[in-house]
């Protein structure tokens, strides 16, 4: 189960902590995104971070804003969102899937959370 939290209203420019927290698997062996998904539109992928190196990567619209990390004994994974847009504004969705890789695709990963909003006022 991945229960995400720390979503809210905010203004642009601000900053935001996302966290999802994960029970019922070996969290350290999977794979961990966040998505999102605005009105009316996809669910693009944000970020990722490989289960065993750690290494990450961004979409290009997030990067050098936010910030993917984990930390593996509290079975948790975190985005942090500074220097937030209102094109910012969706309902973002953490993902796991098993195993070392990065993928943009949603259908590839197999857990998925119920999704925390995040609003960003101009």
């Known amino acids: 189960q991945l229960v995400e939290s720390g979503g809210g209203l905010v203004q642009a420019g601000d900053s935001l902590r996302l966290s999802c927290a994960d029970s019922?698997?070996?969290?350290?062996?999977?794979?961990m995104a966040w998505f999102r998904q605005a009105p009316g539109k996809d669910r693009e992928f944000v970020a990722d971070?490989?289960?065993?190196?750690?290494?990450?990567y961004y979409a290009d619209a997030v990067k050098g804003r936010f910030t993917i990390s984990r930390d593996n004994a509290k079975n948790t994974v975190y985005l942090q969102m500074n220097s937030l847009k209102p094109e910012d504004t969706a309902v973002y969705y953490c993902?796991?899937?098993?195993?070392?890789?990065?993928?943009?695709?949603?259908?590839?990963?197999?857990?998925w959370g119920q999704g925390t909003q995040v609003t960003v006022s101009s």
């Open positions: 993902a796991a899937s098993f195993g070392d890789f990065i993928s943009t695709i949603p259908g590839q990963y197999v857990y």
């Open positions: 019922g698997r070996t969290f350290s062996s999977y794979s």
């Open positions: 971070v490989m289960s065993s190196s750690g290494e990450t």
